[in-house]
């Protein structure tokens, strides 16, 4: 009868029932542990009384009934829920998403079994459970903690030791012998405890890839205390390595599990999610959403498009939870150091991050390079017109570097001075100060001479933001030449293979592909082209600026043009000195139609159109593409013309296809019977006049 019934021993002994009743009261009503994380009735627990994660509590004891429900009648509402752990079953078995509780561990069984009773703290169930040991137990006999028998092994009845154990898996560090054995079981986050208390982060990061990375530690550095997460657990241990060789390591804490990432975090929890944009994001939130409570928020930091972001808002605003999608802009550098930021969305979430995003964004003599961009995809649809801006200057400056070197014949050295003059005046960037060292850039491998840059493969990548950005255009009816032609160039920079034999075939037919024809005056082409790439620039923002208050007046969103300006000035890719005069143009007219009908700039293109042109009929004549760049020049010239010629073109819409036309010199629409071919039967435009 050594191993008496767990029940019978409490309906004989009184000690084991003060036991009980002592263990009772550090604890609280407890769940049915669900497959889907905590429940409703855990989560409101912890929101009531603000207890800290617990793991389990085990105490040996001489009961051996499992598989059995009971409540301690001595105090109402409590109960608890044993579950036998046979040979056979795994000591994991169940405790997975059990994240509060206390187990109890037979020494019938051969292996723990789990108890759920969710405990108010983990140091006042251990503190009840050593206070009760110290007493008499009518069992063993003994007064003293952890007493063993003559074999070494604990008696029954006692706390024998304190140990720690991965919450997540649900196993104890050392596995328990059959002798039954106390064990205290502490989730991962055992390291961050301090004085019996969980320290909780500020916010939360999930995603470890690079901009992740390096925007974790940025939010360290600032003083500001994170937890990050990662699918594969190797990047959040490389992270967490990362943070303590640069001194951030009491700041930026790593977790294994999704539900102790979550419970590490200061309420409202506000988590930034920097995965691959698409389904990897969706996954991520309905992971994250298990253990998130209403009031939460959640911060989509990627590149994603903006109506995805409006249906995940909706999605999660079922559920009680804030959302914000937030452009980051800056790269792997920026991210560490201070991005460019464009959080659109929920208002009430961006006022609980601001005091974070602020320091942590890019610092400018204008502030801090994140503002509230509007609700909605309003963040991410700002941040896609961003990139495509960058995909324009990115080709306008390569092709700037063609018309130099196919045309002018100028060497690698000579290229980088001028890129690095041009940064001291009006084209200084991050992208033209960048181009600059890659074309001073030697070959660095073994045994190789030259310039690295004349060894990169001439085929480009892309993501997609350029994409969507010409395709928004189209769909607004908003013109984008600089940025399309900007695509297409891209487009046809795949065409590697194909472009190699159509060199080798046109040669053969004795057309030449395009060659250094040396200038005449270096100096003067430098300069001319400097005029030229500033002036495309102004029609690539001016087109982006556009298609922005286009969607925003769509939307309803209200936009602030200048404010868009002013963030893009430090810490993003097209960072650049005269975005200050683009912010000053709208701060002076917020309803200017278009930066091309602001003085200043209009006077600054005017300066420079000569040299625009004999820079474009140069690359012409040579034979050296320049899309963007000429495209810029014709928008310009489309701009300012009052009469185009698409008075033909409709012409021609109405001769094939009715659709009638508009006069200048009387109201209405009108159709013509162009032709015998021509016939009325065929006519069925509405507003047809004859």
Known sequence: MRHRDLDASRSTTHAARARDRAIARAVSPAPRPSSRGVSRRAKGMRARDSRVTLGCLAISSSASGCNSHGTYPEIPGTHFKQSYCSPKTPPTSGAKNVRRGVTFASPRAKKPCLTTLTARSRDACARTVRGHARRRDPIAGSTDVGRRAGDGTPRRGHVAS???????????????????????????????????????????????????????????????????????????????????????????????????????????????????AGAPVDATIEKLSQFLEPGDCI????????????????????????????????????????????????????????????????????????????PGGAGNFVKMVHNGIEYGDMQLISEAYDVLKTVGGLTNEELMAAFDDWNKAELESYLIEISSIILGKKDDQPGASGFLVDKILDKTGMKGTGKWTVQQAAELSVAAPTVA???????????????????????KLGLAPATAMGAADKKQLIKDVRYALYASKVMSYAQGM?????????????????EMARIWKGGCIIRAGFLDRIKSAYDRDAKLPSLLMDEQFAKEVIEREGAWRRVVTSAIAAGVAVPSMSGSLAYFDAYRRARSPANLVQGQRDFFGSHTYERTDMEGWYHTLWSDANSADSITTSGYKA
């Open 299 to 374: 911060i989509d930091g990627g590149n994603e498009w903006y109506e995805n972001t409006e249906r995940r808002a909706r999605e999660v605003a079922e559920k009680g939870l804030l959302y914000i999608g937030m452009g980051v802009s800056g790269g792997e550098e920026g991210a560490r150091n201070g991005p460019s930021m464009m959080p659109g969305g929920s208002r009430e979430a961006y006022d609980i991050i601001a005091d974070i995003l602020k320091p942590v964004s890019a610092q400018t003599d204008s502030g801090a390079c994140v503002t509230y961009i509007g």
């Open 485 to 507: 032609s900007s695509l297409d160039a891209r487009f046809l920079s795949g065409l590697k293979d194909e472009r190699v034999a159509a060199e080798a075939f046109y040669a």
């Open 546 to 562: 556009n298609l922005i208050r286009a969607k925003s007046n769509e939307q309803g969103w209200d936009l602030d043009l200048g």
């Open 162 to 276: 304190i140990e720690t154990m991965s919450l997540a898996r649900g196993r104890p560090s050392a596995r328990p012998r059959d002798g039954a054995r106390a064990t205290v079981v502490r989730p991962r986050a055992s390291a961050d405890r301090e004085h019996g208390s969980l320290k909780k982060s500020r916010i939360g990061l999930c995603g470890l890839a690079v901009m992740g990375q390096n925007l974790a530690l940025n939010v360290a550095s600032k003083g500001f205390d994170i937890s990050v997460y990662n699918r594969s657990g190797d990047k959040t241990e490389t992270c967490v390595e990362r943070a303590k060789k640069e001194g951030l390591g009491e700041k930026l804490r790593g977790y294994q599990d999704v539900g102790d990432f979550v419970d590490s975090l200061a309420k409202p929890r506000c988590v930034i999610i920097l995965v691959k």
